[in-house]
């Protein structure tokens, strides 16, 4: 069975820091992976999505990701982080094709303090 | 570009008492699907469907029913709510099939308390 984990559970970071987020998952075939931001009160959106190809994926608002395939990761990347980055970070894994469903992570709360 | 509809946004349910979540899509997407996410768990998927009058079960299907008889409406009911309920709703879709076809789309949430 699929499953995601999301190494942290709350990272606090100030203006400027870098920011890098772990992903893991475990699924043996191919995979599409995604990470969703959740803002403060707002729904899920799609920062970035990996299906095939360039193993390192870049997103909206500077954030970046890299598919390491050897070690079933797809940490979140981003090199300065702002306060409007204050939210929760969601990964997700679908097995690839058309059959399977997408897998969240537990979700990691990032607090950007101004 | 509606895109995901969910309504109502808000509600307040007593124990006992059954409410359907309303979910639309305008993107002509064949798989939709419901979620629930209680914090610090992420998502959980309840139910799913494929296309119109197919239905499945997902995670956590228990206390819920779903229908899909139009392509765009995949309405989430609850039969008899109970405080574990409580939780916020997102419905979502996709277009499965497609080369862009595997990124979902997400509704505005639901957030339900039952008391």
């Known amino acids: 069975a699929q499953s995601v984990s999301q190494h942290n559970h709350h990272v606090i970071l100030s203006e400027a820091a870098s920011l890098e987020l772990g992903c893991n998952y475990s699924?043996?075939?191919?995979?599409?992976l995604f990470w969703y931001v959740q803002y403060p009160g707002q729904h899920l959106q799609l920062l970035l999505k990996y299906f095939s190809g360039d193993p390192l994926v870049k997103g909206i608002k500077g954030f970046e990701a890299e598919f390491i395939k050897s070690k079933f990761s797809f940490n979140l990347r981003k090199p300065s982080v702002q306060w409007s980055d204050t939210a929760e970070y969601f990964c997700a894994v679908k097995g690839g094709g058309s059959q399977g469903n997408l897998i969240f992570g537990k979700g990691t709360k990032l607090s950007v303090k101004p | 570009n509606a895109g995901v509809t969910q309504t109502p946004k808000f509600r307040i349910l007593k124990i006992g008492q059954s409410m359907t979540l309303q979910c639309a899509q305008d993107m002509n997407h064949n798989y939709m699907y419901w979620y629930r996410q209680d914090p610090g768990m992420g998502l959980k998927l309840i139910y799913y469907?494929?296309?119109?009058?197919?239905?499945d079960k997902g995670e956590v299907p228990n206390g819920y029913n779903v229908s899909r008889s139009t392509t765009e409406d995949f309405p989430l009911r609850l039969e008899l709510a109970a405080p574990s309920q409580t939780s916020v709703y997102f419905c979502?879709?996709?277009?499965?099939?497609?080369?862009?076809?595997?990124?979902?789309?997400f509704g505005e949430g639901s957030w339900l308390t039952v008391v």
């Open positions: 469907s494929v296309g119109a009058g197919i239905t």
């Open positions: 979502a879709s996709s277009a499965q099939g497609s080369p862009s076809g595997n990124t979902i789309y």
């Open positions: 699924y043996g075939g191919t995979v599409n």
